[in-house]
């Protein structure tokens, strides 16, 4: 059993940066398909990142070049670095981790193929 904690989210305007955290429960280097998510209501919850076991990232067209997703192995953390953020990132946030690494890692993973997850933490991007 995985247990993922977001923290970091909050209110920023257009332009600015927040740096989300996910504490995990146990070590995920290697074995793990690590992920960021986001949704907003009445949407699917769509993958903004990806690290693979191999720590591999992958990122959505719509964040490339702005997020960086990154794990510290030592402090069993995954972050997001978000920068220049539009008002169109504003939605709730979730880490994720699954160990079927035979389903791929790549940001198009289904969010159904995702068996442990976070509980969240909200950003809000004001014009």
């Known amino acids: 059993q995985v247990r993922l904690v977001e923290s970091g989210g909050g209110s920023v305007q257009t332009g600015g940066s927040l740096r989300l955290s996910c504490a995990v429960s146990?070590?995920?280097?290697?074995?793990?398909?690590m992920a960021w998510f986001r949704q907003t209501p009445g949407k699917k919850r769509q993958g903004v990142a990806t690290?693979?076991?191999?720590?591999?990232?992958m990122y959505a067209d719509s964040v490339k070049g702005r997020f960086t997703a990154s794990q510290d192995n030592a402090k069993k953390t995954l972050s997001l670095q978000m920068n220049s953020l539009k008002p169109e990132d504003t939605a709730m946030y979730y880490c994720?981790?699954?160990?079927?690494?035979?389903?791929?890692?790549?940001?198009?993973?289904?969010?159904?193929?995702?068996?442990?997850w976070g509980q969240g933490t909200q950003v809000t991007v004001s014009s």
């Open positions: 994720a981790a699954d160990r079927k690494l035979w389903l791929g890692c790549g940001i198009e993973r289904d969010v159904d193929y995702y068996n442990f």
């Open positions: 690290i693979d076991s191999n720590g591999r990232t």
């Open positions: 146990i070590y995920t280097s290697s074995t793990y398909c």
